[in-house]
T-cell receptor, first 115, second 114 residues
Framework: SQTIHQWPATLVQPVGSPLSLECTVE??????LYWYRQAAGRGLQLLFY??????ISSEVPQNLSASRPQDRQFILSSKKLLLSDSGFYLC??????????????FGPGTRLTVT | GESVGLHLPTLSVQEGDNSIINCAYS??????FIWYKQESGKGPQFIID?????DKRQGQRVTVLLNKTVKHLSLQIAATQPGDSAVYFC?????????????FGTGTQLKVEL
């Protein structure tokens, strides 16, 4: 069966510090991978989307970047964090689909607080 | 679209009653609609989805209804249990040309009272 991991689970970082969040998926090959952010009391906002190694699409302009160095590894980064970067970051995967719909499955999330 | 408020709509039900959670969507081109359940501090959990050419789909204790005329989606939970307490999100897949990308609603807090 497939599993998705995220770490760290929680993180407190000062403004201006760098960020690196990691997501890995097991039990599947060539998945679509996603990064979402969830602000308190709100829905999920898609940040980045990847259909393969080195292929990243950004959904919204922001202070963050994403990379996919390996097939089942997705990394979310920032060079200098802003207070507005605080939130709950969720990684998700789906079957590789081209433009077709497949269910997305979410990881446990990382709670980031920027102070 | 998403609510700009910080307070989620809340639905309180008695244990054993049926729950109905509603959602309005905006994109007529969306080809799938999905319901997720999110417990506090956890990632969303897939519940059920429905294709845009259907109006009803049933799962285990859950039913999703789709009304494309008024762009409305609902999730019905039969015999609601304490373990059903969570925030429920609807999401829509952007459809052909949009890739497998979801747009989420704001969410509804379901509270099950004993």
């Amino acid at each position: 069966s497939q599993t998705i991991h995220q770490w760290p689970a929680t993180l407190v970082q000062p403004v201006g510090s760098p960020l690196s969040l990691e997501c890995t998926v097991e039990g599947t090959s060539n998945p679509n991978l996603y990064w979402y952010r969830q602000a308190a009391g709100r829905g999920l906002q898609l940040l980045f989307y990847s259909v393969g190694i080195g292929q990243i699409s950004s959904e919204v302009p922001q202070n963050l970047s994403a990379s996919r160095p390996q097939d089942r590894q997705f990394i979310l980064s920032s060079k200098k964090l802003l207070l507005s970067d605080s939130g709950f970051y969720l990684c998700a995967w789906s079957v590789s689909s081209g433009t077709a719909y497949y269910e997305q499955y979410f990881g446990p999330g990382t709670r980031l607080t920027v102070t | 679209g998403e609510s700009v408020g910080l307070h989620l709509p809340t639905l309180s039900v008695q244990e054993g009653d049926n729950s109905i959670i509603n959602c309005a969507y905006s994109n007529s081109a969306s080809d799938y609609f999905i319901w997720y359940k999110q417990e506090s501090g956890k990632g969303p959990q897939f519940i059920i989805d429905i294709r845009s050419n259907m109006d009803k789909r049933q799962g285990q204790r859950v039913t999703v209804l789709l009304n494309k005329t008024v762009k409305h989606l609902s999730l019905q939970i039969a015999a609601t249990q304490p373990g059903d307490s969570a925030v429920y999100f609807c999401a829509e897949n952007r459809g052909a040309g949009g890739g497998n990308k979801l747009t989420f609603g704001t969410g509804t807090q379901l509270k099950v009272e004993l």
